[in-house]
Structure formats: structure tokens, C-alpha cells
């Protein structure tokens, strides 16, 4: 009797697994078709794209070998869209590739459809039907609309091939089952970026990954009440630095920074006391137009005062 028993409990146990896996592993992620795009060739759809990659949703920060000797997270010279590395020691439950975006047919996007390239970046889904990581920003890109997206697509097939395989992710359990579950076709077009002002730049908060370095997170998950508080710890050849608090405070955050300190931060990589900011990412932000940059400061502005006070940095180089 007591042997039937335990065998009905494995049986329970088997049957509850399975139920599991096949959750994750056959009902996700949710991927629709490709859809079918056509991105414009125009000097205009690449200008628009460039700008868009390059300073609203920054790209090239993610995509590219950062110099890791100069501040501001400039790309490699010759190496722009090549692909990114993230290990472990960054935080980070596992090893993050992000892909090589050139048009090298082998180890970039030169086989990729305009519509795949367009369903990764917003829906998150790769060219095989693996859920993306969300560092690649797809649950805010999603908002992108498709002729923003397009331009991108058109900027990028633009750039040089290179023959950079920068490997695969591996992400360690549970994340990489979790993760099945992001991503979430498009059934709309969507309308994106608003008009200049206040509402223009929190999107441009979102889509720029402003939180994910200085919101303070644990096991992935940002830390209730720190919101863009500052404090993440980074590590790297210019010693410790930590994220600041940038939220409304007029003490520990930028309440008392007028709009020309900050944007002297924006465009020269600078902050209030002159020092310069080596993992801010400046060599994007520095791209935006006045009016936009004008709009993600307005966006600034409204958040909510804490009062953390951040470390001070160590380093190594530099003040």
C-alpha cells in the first residue's frame, strides 16, 4: 500500500514538472510571424534612423565594444555595432550578448528580413524564436512606431559588415525560463514618441534605460522606493563608480542643478563639480537635439525627492 502510495506521489511530482516546463518551454515565448516590412532606403529614412538609434534609444552603448579607455562609453573605433558582451561580474544572472547589428551576412543581420529586425526590437523575439533578455530594451521599444523602427532598420543595413561572432547568451536558471514569458506580440501599430515636452521625455526615460543603472536593483529586481535613486555599483578600469541619484531631491539628487548643469552632463559627459562621468553614457545623450534634450530634462524634473545619498566613487584615473 505504502509503496502505490509513494509511486502516486511520483507520478503527482512528474506530472506537475511536466505541467511546468510545458508552461514555459511550449507555451512561450508568444511569437507571431515576422511581419512583412519593407524599411525605406531614402537619405532621409537613414538620417532619421541614425538619430533615433543613436541618440533616443541608444544602440550603439549595447551593440558595440565600449572603449573601455575614455569615458563616456564611446564604441571601439571600427568595431560600431560589432556586438556587446555582459558578464556575470556586471551584475548580471549569466552571460548577455548583445548581437552584432552590422550587415555581415554570417555572424550579423545581413540574412535578417526588415520585419524580423523590427519583431525583435519590439516584440523580443531573435530570428529563431528565442525570447531576448530585456536589456534589450523591447518592453519600452514597443512603443517605437513603425516608422521610427524602419529607420533604424534602414540606418543600419547602411553600416559596414564585420565578421564578429560575439557568441550566445547563456543565462542561468530560473532566468532563463522566466524570461519566456516577456515577450508579447504587437497586435496594433503604435503610436510613438509624443510630442515634444514633459511626455515625450519619459518615454525617452524608459526607452534610454535610465533606470536600469540608477535604480538600485536585487536578483534582478528594481529595489521598491529607490527609483532612479542612484547607487548601483560599477566596476572597471577607472575604478568604482556609483550611479547617482537623479531624482528631485535638492540635495542628494539634482533638485539644485539648474538646466545648463545638467546639460553640461548630457552633452560633455560632466557633472556638477566638474568631474568627469565615465559610465554615463554621454556618448549617446550628447547626440539629442535641444528639444529633446529640453524634454527628457522636464522629465527629470517631476520625479519624486529621495534622500539617499550615494558613495563616493573610487577611482583610479581622474577626478
Not at 8 to 29: D, E, I, Q
Not at 134 to 162: C, F, G, K, W
Not at 264 to 285: H, Q
Request: overall charge negative; aromatic content about 8%.
Amino acid at each position: 500500500m505504502l509503496k502505490k502510495i509513494l509511486l502516486s506521489l511520483v507520478g503527482l511530482v512528474a506530472l506537475a514538472f511536466a505541467g511546468v516546463a510545458g508552461y514555459f518551454y511550449l507555451l512561450h515565448p508568444k511569437v507571431r510571424p515576422a511581419p512583412e516590412m519593407t524599411a525605406p532606403s531614402t537619405p532621409d529614412a537613414v538620417s532619421r534612423g541614425r538619430y533615433v538609434a543613436e541618440a533616443m534609444t541608444g544602440c550603439p552603448a549595447c551593440h558595440s565594444p565600449i572603449d573601455m579607455t575614455r569615458p563616456g562609453e564611446f564604441p571601439e573605433a571600427g568595431r560600431l555595432y560589432a556586438g556587446r558582451v555582459f558578464g556575470e561580474e556586471m551584475g548580471f544572472p549569466g552571460t548577455l550578448v548583445a548581437s552584432n547589428l552590422t550587415p555581415d551576412p554570417e555572424t550579423g543581420i545581413g540574412q535578417w528580413t526588415d520585419g524580423e529586425i523590427v519583431r525583435a526590437m519590439r516584440e523580443g523575439v531573435g530570428r529563431d524564436g528565442r525570447a531576448l533578455f530585456p536589456l534589450m530594451n523591447y518592453p519600452h521599444y514597443r512603443d517605437l512606431s513603425d516608422e521610427d523602427a524602419l529607420a533604424i532598420v534602414a540606418y543600419l543595413r547602411t553600416q559596414a559588415p564585420i565578421r564578429h561572432d560575439p557568441g550566445r547568451t547563456r543565462l542561468d536558471f530560473p532566468v532563463s525560463m522566466m524570461i519566456r514569458t516577456l515577450p508579447q506580440p504587437l497586435e496594433d501599430s503604435p503610436g510613438g514618441y509624443p510630442p515634444h515636452g514633459v511626455e515625450r521625455g519619459r518615454m525617452m526615460l524608459r526607452v534610454l534605460l535610465c533606470g536600469e543603472c540608477h535604480t538600485q536593483s536585487e536578483r534582478g529586481q528594481p529595489v521598491a522606493g529607490m527609483e532612479l535613486a542612484g547607487g548601483t555599483e560599477m566596476t572597471g578600469p577607472w575604478g568604482t563608480v556609483y550611479s547617482a541619484n537623479i531624482t528631485s531631491h535638492p540635495s542628494a539628487g539634482i533638485g539644485a542643478y539648474s538646466d545648463d548643469d545638467l546639460r553640461r552632463i548630457f552633452r560633455d559627459g560632466k557633472n556638477r563639480a566638474g568631474r568627469e562621468l565615465w559610465v554615463m553614457p554621454w556618448s549617446i545623450t550628447r547626440n539629442l537635439t535641444d528639444e529633446d534634450l529640453d524634454s527628457l530634462i522636464a522629465a527629470l524634473r517631476e520625479i519624486p525627492p529621495n534622500p539617499y545619498l550615494v558613495p563616493a566613487p573610487k577611482l583610479v584615473r581622474g577626478e
